[in-house]
């Protein structure tokens, strides 16, 4: 049999599809296309907004379920493997199909990427209007925060959040970073003063709730509540004044501080607390080296 050669590739081939070798045709027809490549997604939940519909599961049956209604699958889905980040996904589709009736079934694997666009679901969206809002400050006495300490206060939140993410017990809505610390917005107090206590519990600190009432809802007042965590960030070495004279900062641990008088060489013990809540005033910061 003559061999044709396809206008697109030049190889040579028994017959044309369409005026172009197989490969050529499939090239022009794949078996998967993706006509929307964009995806909302709600920043709370990672539900996706599908069919009209903000749809929860694993990253991979979103993906497919995407897929089928923003594209268009020519064939069975044999394996479908995604990568996710932030900005979005990439689904690996393998695909046995056939782009023309005179081509036989093949397999044949595409990369699709679906951007995100962040979003709020409704029933997030309705946890967030509840309002029952709170606050986490926190701040530091007397130095700033070294990066290590907001790390480390960034990795906390961020377990607490990944253990509590199926107790419902209400989202962070925003972290604002600043100079001197950081203020967490919750959508429950309940959240917030865990957060406070579990950032307390692994730091030396000392935490004052405040309330403030902000409405009544069905007869009962309703509360902004402050915690506001104070972070004690002198280290051994640095030297404190309080009533009783100059000491040296000798250990400081999550709940106490040892201290020596500067003159009379005395020691003292107190716990965080009592030192941040006595008018003690920092003189010096130990160098190290
Ligand atoms: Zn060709
Ligand atoms: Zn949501």
């Not at 044999?78 to 689904?91: D, P, Q």
């Not at 530091?140 to 961020?158: A, G, R, V």
């Not at 107090?189 to 406070?196: G, Q, T």
């Not at 009432?213 to 280290?235: A, E, H, Q």
Request: proline share 3%; net charge positive.
């Amino acid at each position: 049999m003559a061999k044709i050669p396809c206008p697109y590739c030049g190889r040579l081939v028994d017959r044309l599809i369409e005026g172009m070798c197989e490969d050529c045709y499939l090239e022009r027809h794949p078996l998967v296309v993706l006509r929307e490549k964009r995806a909302l997604k709600c920043k709370y939940c990672g539900a996706l907004f599908i069919r009209g519909k903000w749809v929860r599961g694993k990253p991979a049956e979103l993906f497919t379920k995407f897929l089928s209604d923003k594209g268009e699958i020519r064939g069975v889905i044999e394996k479908v493997e995604v990568e996710e980040n932030e900005e979005g996904m990439i689904g690996r589709v393998t695909v046995r199909g056939s782009p023309h009736e005179l081509m036989e079934p093949r397999v044949v694997t595409y990369e699709v990427a679906v951007e995100y666009i962040y979003d709020i679901c409704i029933s997030c969206r309705e946890m967030l209007s509840r309002k029952e809002a709170a606050i986490v400050q926190i701040r530091s006495t007397p130095w700033p925060l070294d990066d290590l300490i907001k790390k480390k206060i960034l990795n906390i939140i961020e377990q607490e959040i990944f253990k509590l993410k199926e107790k419902k017990i209400g989202f962070i809505s925003n972290i604002k970073q600043l100079k001197n610390g950081f203020d967490i917005y919750t959508t429950s107090a309940n959240l917030a003063r865990h957060l406070a206590y579990v950032i307390h519990n692994q730091l030396p600190s000392h935490v004052i709730e405040t309330a403030k009432v902000v409405g009544v809802k069905d007869g009962r007042k309703i509360y902004f509540m402050t915690y506001s965590v104070r972070i004690l960030t002198c280290k051994p070495g640095d030297i404190v004044k309080t009533r009783e004279g100059e000491m040296q900062i000798i250990n400081i641990n999550n709940k106490y501080i040892n201290l020596q008088d500067i003159n009379t060489k005395k020691y003292m013990k107190l716990t965080i607390s009592e030192l941040l809540s006595s008018d003690i005033i920092f003189i010096k910061q130990q160098h190290f080296t």
